[in-house]
Structures are given as C-alpha cells and as structure tokens.
C-alpha cells in the first residue's frame, strides 16, 4: 500500500462562515498575516488551507483558535481592494 502524502500548504483563518468543497465563496481577506499568506499561495500554486476560527473576534488566532478541520482552496482570481484588501 502507497504512504499517504503529506503537504504543506499556506492556511488562512477564516471568520463567521465554514467552507465547504467544490463551492466557490468569495471572501475578503484583510488582516496583514491573511494577505501575505495569499500572496504566499498564489507564488506556490494557487492551494490554500482555509480554517474556520472558534472565536470570530479573536485578532491574531494562534492554531488552538481554529477548528482542526479545514477546506483546501483553489484561489481562482484576486481582485485587488482599497488598503491592502483582497
């Protein structure tokens, strides 16, 4: 039997809302962390892990903040917003 493989994929954070596969959300993303963790991911390939946060208004979620289960993204295009949004 084949090993199962591991990646290691950049992970964002996410507020308010649990993604699900195969549906296409658009998100803003707006923390300083969050924007270069996208920037990140559309160098390396465009795949990001997206992890639902226990608490929305925590700030800086440490991995105990988010949920252990997350969605692997496909970020399919950026659009560019006032102040370092996206």
């Known amino acids: 039997m084949a090993q199962p493989k591991t990646?290691?994929?950049p992970a964002i954070p996410i507020r308010d809302m649990v993604l699900?596969?195969?549906?296409r959300v658009p998100f803003v993303v707006g923390r300083a962390a969050s924007v270069k963790t996208l920037e990140l991911a559309i160098k390396a390939g465009d795949h990001l892990l997206m992890?639902?946060?226990?608490d929305a208004k925590v700030e800086t979620p440490a991995l105990a903040d988010l949920y252990s289960?997350?969605?692997l993204?496909?970020?399919e295009s950026v659009i560019a917003l006032p102040k370092d949004f996206y």
Do not use: E
């Open 20 to 23: 699900f596969p195969g549906a």
């Open 7 to 9: 990646l290691t994929l």
């Open 51 to 54: 992890l639902t946060q226990r």
């Open 73 to 75: 993204a496909l970020v």
């Open 69 to 71: 289960v997350g969605t």
